[in-house]
């Protein structure tokens, strides 16, 4: 039994490991805990003793000989104590954010690298109602296309709405999902490089896609203001339908 959720409750892999093979063991000896485990004697008398004194293991001596055992009742106790922790820190999360955003600069500057970055850009996307974007190539669907299908559902459920001024070799494509997109394209002078601008919020971030998977946010309410007034712009008098 996969049994990986434990690192919740602060175990390591090994503590993981042994506790598994007693799972499957029901009674056992140091060296049943060996054959299944292959770890070295000393790694696991070591790891059982951790594990004891978390409440998790018991042990048994009889006839000079020590087994051990789980003790599944201090599972549930500290399943149970981690989600009482898990509610009281999610209670004080709006304070935590209320906080952070009191004591944050006005202006602040972020990189994000690889694909696991972009996705992050994205995510945060859709806390913001509209998004803008400058040079939209539909790159999120060829480069991420796992993640595209699940992130656009989302996107539309939420009802956040994309104004692309894409680039002008995509009049002959086809949009990706029509609700709640609007697009329009920019001249052919515009294209070059794989670069987009995106824009919400107060943030405004360039990204880069290439393989090198990279993206430069500001956060800044007068640059992005500024920021959509150039969309806008280019929206009403350059970009066409």
Known sequence: MDLTELRILGLSNGEIAVYSALLAI???SINKIHEKTGFER??????LNKLLEKGLVSYT???????????????????????????TLEE???????????????????????????????EDMLN???????????????????FWPHFN???????????NLARYELRSEKIPDKNLM??????????????????????????????????FSI???EIAENYVRYFNFLWKTIAVS
């Open 26 to 28: 029901r009674v056992s």
């Open 42 to 47: 000393r790694a696991i008398y070591d790891i």
């Open 61 to 87: 001596i009889e006839q000079g000989k020590k087994t051990y055992q789980l003790a599944p009742a201090r599972l549930l106790e500290k399943t149970n104590e981690a989600a009482k922790q898990l509610r």
């Open 92 to 122: 004080k999360y709006p304070k935590i954010i209320e906080m952070y955003d009191s004591l944050k600069p006005e202006i602040r500057a972020e990189v994000y690298r690889g694909k696991e970055g972009i996705k992050a850009v994205f």
């Open 128 to 146: 913001f109602k509209k998004n803008y974007f400058i040079g939209a190539g539909y790159y999120i669907v060829k480069e991420l296309p796992y």
């Open 153 to 163: 559902n989302r996107r539309i459920k939420l009802g956040v709405k994309w104004l």
């Open 182 to 215: 609007t697009v329009k394209f920019l001249p052919k002078e515009f294209s070059g490089n794989p670069c987009v601008i995106f824009i919400y919020g107060n943030k405004v971030v360039n990204v880069l896609w290439t393989n090198q998977f990279f993206a």
């Open 219 to 221: 956060e800044s309410k």
